[in-house]
């Protein structure tokens, strides 16, 4: 069905408002959308936070060619793709509703934070005074942080060896992993603590998520691991065109609770990945309805960003108007629809006595 350009506007902006006007009001689901809801109205450095994160990865990656004004314009051709595409993106949506690189550079100086709290407050990050293999672990990962830095540093100016290449790029997998599971953490807390407010505006709330996060440190430091096996999951599917698929069950089914288990159970990090069993098991249906019915929602959202490109070309304007624009919707819509489903595993998946 070929359609004009301004119909294929007009009805994907009423489709968005009207999917819109579904969720909020008639879903089953309405009450944690809408509390969703409010809580980016009230707290858009969310938003903000989302979508600069958003903005610098595509900076620093690969530019991708525009679909055509002819493609967008015949859904049957561009559906499919659309479709697909949002598929993956849900499924990933977890590690990159805020994408961790480039913003993984932040990850050696929070290190240096939490070393100096941990060695000056020790009984505040744990039940027990860390041990020295504990604080030697820290020290040489905040070194190795910054080790890291110092060769990103050079390798904008430099061609670096082979080996130190290597080094470089096996760093930086390493703390992109560790920023994502920071962020992860971060972000559940954050929408607890907005649950359950001990102060009056959103620093006092991100300064408590941040707080927490670093209190549970050694289970951030093993999401982190399982992040990183993810990630190489991700690539190698990534690189064989066979496993397509594969690896959007692994994130369903294996890391999709684990960091809300992680944020919100106090003990070892199989007792946190036992209780996101529970959380899967007890949430699974109301996130299933969750992903069926916000496919729609992406697949809009990526249209209405892609026919701003295909508009636009390469020209300046989508540079300086549109890459923003875009990623402000973009971030607005994973940013609305990760903190319902948050709050859907965080209401349904514990019981009261659980998270703390």
């Known amino acids: 069905m070929n359609l004009s350009l301004w119909q ?30 409010d809580l980016l109205r009230l707290r ?70 939490l070393t100096l709290r941990i060695w000056r407050w020790p009984y505040r990050y744990g039940e027990r005074r860390p041990g020295s293999e504990q604080k030697f672990a820290l020290l040489a990962a905040t070194l190795a942080g910054f080790v890291w830095l110092g060769l990103e540093a050079r390798g904008l100016r430099l061609m670096l060896p082979e080996r130190v290449e290597m080094l470089r790029l096996g760093l930086r997998y390493v703390f992109t992993a ?26 006092g709330d991100a300064a408590a998520a941040l707080e927490h996060a670093f209190a549970r440190w050694q289970g951030v430091a093993w999401l982190a691991a399982f992040d990183l096996l993810w990630m190489s999951w991700r690539w190698w599917q990534m690189s064989t065109p066979q496993s397509i698929g594969a690896w959007g069950w692994v994130e369903l089914l294996l890391f999709a609770a684990l960091p809300v288990a992680v944020a919100a159970v106090f003990g070892s990090f199989w007792q946190q990945g036992a209780a996101a069993l529970r959380v899967l098991g007890r949430c699974a249906v109301p996130l299933l309805m969750l992903g069926v019915t916000a496919l729609a929602f992406f697949i809009l959202g990526a249209y209405v960003v892609e026919m701003a490109h295909a508009l636009c070309g390469d020209s300046q304007i989508w540079r300086i108007l549109g890459l923003p624009l875009g990623a402000l919707v973009l971030a607005m819509l994973d940013c609305w629809l990760l903190l319902a489903a948050l709050l859907i595993m965080l209401r349904l998946g514990f019981s009261r006595s659980t998270s703390a």
């Not at 489709?15 to 809408?34: D, I």
Request: hydrophobic letters at 60%; charged letters at 10%; a neutral charge.
């Open 8 to 37: 294929s506007t007009a009805l994907s902006l009423l489709g968005f408002a009207a999917g819109l006007a579904l969720h909020l009001r008639w879903h089953p689901l309405r009450r944690h959308l809408s509390d969703a809801w």
């Open 44 to 113: 858009p450095v969310l938003v903000l936070l989302a979508a600069t994160a958003m903005l610098l990865a595509a900076l620093c990656s690969p530019a991708r060619a525009p679909y055509a004004l002819e493609q967008l314009t015949d859904w049957q051709e561009v559906i499919r793709p659309l479709a697909l595409a949002a598929v993956a993106h849900m499924a990933v949506l977890p590690h990159e509703a805020v994408p961790a690189w480039p913003l993984a550079g932040v990850a050696p100086v929070l290190l240096v934070f």
């Open 178 to 203: 560790l920023a994502a599971a920071s962020v992860q953490v971060w972000l559940v807390r954050y929408v607890m603590a907005w649950e359950k407010p001990q102060a009056i505006d959103a620093g």
